[in-house]
């Protein structure tokens, strides 16, 4: 079946759970004295035209400024990857087109990052591979998570400190039944979202819900939060990610 790039509408969904949780910035955990909202996952991870009311939450002005260059870099490389080039006009991401064409120094960053793997064992002589900066996807990737984890379950407490794993790769990277079982996945918990929470509404309600997962822009970004806590997401069909919180829901990610 082909992909539909049909654009949900995300409805910010109101919450209700302790106003006390509001007053820090999930990232650096401390006390928000100028907050900013930050756009979770960030508008350079989709496409236009941007889905009406992206999921946002409060975050302090330095950790909004600092997680810019990261996700800038992870978003052109994503997009490199998958249109195998750098040049602007063959990006999938507008936001990448834009940045090959604006910033030299990054395009040529990213441009050396690509080499030829000899793989025989794989029975393909040769193949183009692209090396990320490790670091800087794997902030970005845990900045994503900590947000939807936070949106979703409104409690700050469910994605504080170090997660226990946090990966990413291509899903052609996966075998089939890989990639069946990421998506399939439930949560080993049986708790209950806390009452008023996102995850709680959407429960009731099914809002922008495919078969549990969340849909930001269909084709482009969707994830899926479980308690524990969980978060995956899977970026234009292509990446797919995973941040553990839990060392008991992180069993799957050693398998990988
Ligand atoms: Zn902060």
């Given at each position: 079946m082909p992909i539909h790039y049909r654009?949900?509408?995300?409805?910010?969904i109101r919450e209700f759970t302790d106003e006390r949780l509001r007053g820090y910035c999930v990232y650096c955990e401390q006390g928000v004295s100028d907050p900013t909202n930050?756009?979770?996952?960030?508008?350079?991870?989709?496409?236009?035209?941007?889905?009406p009311d992206l999921p946002t939450i409060k975050a302090c002005r330095g950790c909004n400024e600092q997680f810019a260059l990261d996700e800038e870099y992870f978003a052109a490389f994503l997009s490199a990857v998958i249109s195998g080039s750098t040049k602007p006009d063959?990006?999938?991401?507008?936001?990448?087109a834009n940045s090959f064409k604006t910033n030299e120094g990054l395009r040529d960053r990213i441009d050396q990052s690509r080499y030829i793997q000899t793989c025989l064992d794989l029975g393909?002589?040769?193949?183009?591979?692209?090396?990320?900066?490790f670091e800087r996807i794997q902030r970005v990737i845990i900045k994503n998570a900590r947000g939807h984890g936070y949106y979703?379950?409104?409690?700050?407490?469910?994605?504080?400190?170090?997660?226990?794993?946090?990966?990413?790769?291509?899903q052609e990277n996966f075998d089939q039944e890989q990639v069946d079982r990421f998506f399939r996945m439930e949560s080993g918990l049986v708790g209950w979202p806390e009452v008023g929470s996102r995850a709680m509404i959407r429960a009731i309600e099914g809002h922008d819900l495919q078969n549990g997962?969340?849909?930001?822009?269909?084709?482009?970004?969707?994830?899926?939060?479980?308690?524990?806590?969980?978060?995956?997401?899977i970026l234009l069909e292509h990446l797919i990610t995973e941040v553990v919180w839990d060392e008991d829901q992180s069993d799957w990610s050693g398998t990988v």
């Open positions: 654009y949900y509408l995300v409805k910010q930050d756009h979770v996952p960030s508008k350079s991870l989709l496409k236009k035209p941007y889905p063959d990006q999938v991401l507008p936001s990448a393909i002589e040769e193949r183009m591979v692209w090396a990320p900066e979703e379950l409104g409690d700050i407490n469910e994605v504080v400190g170090c997660p226990v794993s946090a990966w990413a790769t291509m997962w969340i849909v930001v822009q269909e084709g482009v970004y969707r994830y899926k939060v479980d308690q524990g806590t969980r978060v995956r997401s």
